[in-house]
T-cell receptor, first 114, second 111 residues
Framework: SAVISQKPSRDICQRGTSLTIQCQVDSQVTMMFWYRQQPGQSLTLIATANQGSEATYESGFVIDKFPISRPNLTFSTLTVSNMSPEDSSIYLC???????????FGQGTRLTVV | GESVGLHLPTLSVQEGDNSIINCAYSNSASDYFIWYKQESGKGPQFIIDIRSNMDKRQGQRVTVLLNKTVKHLSLQIAATQPGDSAVYFCAENNAGNMLTFGGGTRLMVKP
């Protein structure tokens, strides 16, 4: 399995501010994925983070709102910018190990915007 | 804090009974399907997967059935235990290892 550490595990933030979530993996991976899980709902893919190139965003998500960094093969950050209460969700990073069909998830960051 | 599965459909079963959780998927071109278990405060955890060229796969106490004709996936849990209480999601793997998740079902096991 892959060990994925996310920081912070939870936070309460004021509207209009930004929060950066970190994801650290215990081995090198090509692609890292960021998901959002709104309260009581399923997971929705935000973007795919590739090392050395810009992240690829899914429909409904834009770089200005969710900038992503991927400085190396074991680390990525997701920033939730200019937050509003509608951004209150669990944010999760995920990876596939090379040659593995199983996706591993971090424990998630529970964000509450007040 | 709010539970992950607060607003999801709920399946309530007696401890020791078998559970069947169903899922409909959307993309007939998906090449494999996965079931995840998510406990409160944790990320999804892999349970079992199945490739599109199969219709059944068994694991330890779990069986996944795939019906491509109606685009339906089910997870059967034998002898359900209190530790099985969680939210269960199906996911389909599209090109590039991107997962599309289904709506999820909350399983509650009564002792």
């Amino acid at each position: 399995s892959a060990v994925i550490s996310q920081k912070p595990s939870r936070d309460i933030c004021q509207r209009g501010t930004s929060l950066t979530i970190q994801c650290q993996v215990d081995s090198q991976v090509t692609m890292m994925f960021w998901y959002r899980q709104q309260p009581g709902q399923s997971l929705t893919l935000i973007a795919t983070a590739n090392q050395g190139s810009e992240a690829t965003y899914e429909s409904g998500f834009v770089i200005d709102k969710f900038p992503i960094s991927r400085p190396n093969l074991t680390f990525s950050t997701l920033t939730v910018s200019n937050m509003s209460p509608e951004d209150s969700s669990i944010y999760l990073c995920s990876v596939f190990r090379t040659g593995n069909t199983e996706a591993f998830f971090g424990q998630g960051t529970r964000l509450t915007v007040v | 804090g709010e539970s992950v599965g607060l607003h999801l459909p709920t399946l309530s079963v007696q401890e020791g009974d078998n559970s069947i959780i169903n899922c409909a998927y959307s993309n007939s071109a998906s090449d494999y399907f996965i079931w995840y278990k998510q406990e409160s405060g944790k990320g999804p955890q892999f349970i079992i997967d199945i490739r599109s060229n199969m219709d059944k796969r068994q694991g330890q106490r779990v069986t996944v059935l795939l019906n491509k004709t109606v685009k339906h996936l089910s997870l059967q849990i034998a002898a359900t235990q209190p530790g099985d209480s969680a939210v269960y999601f199906c996911a389909e793997n599209n090109a590039g290892n991107m997962l599309t998740f289904g709506g999820g079902t909350r399983l509650m096991v009564k002792p």
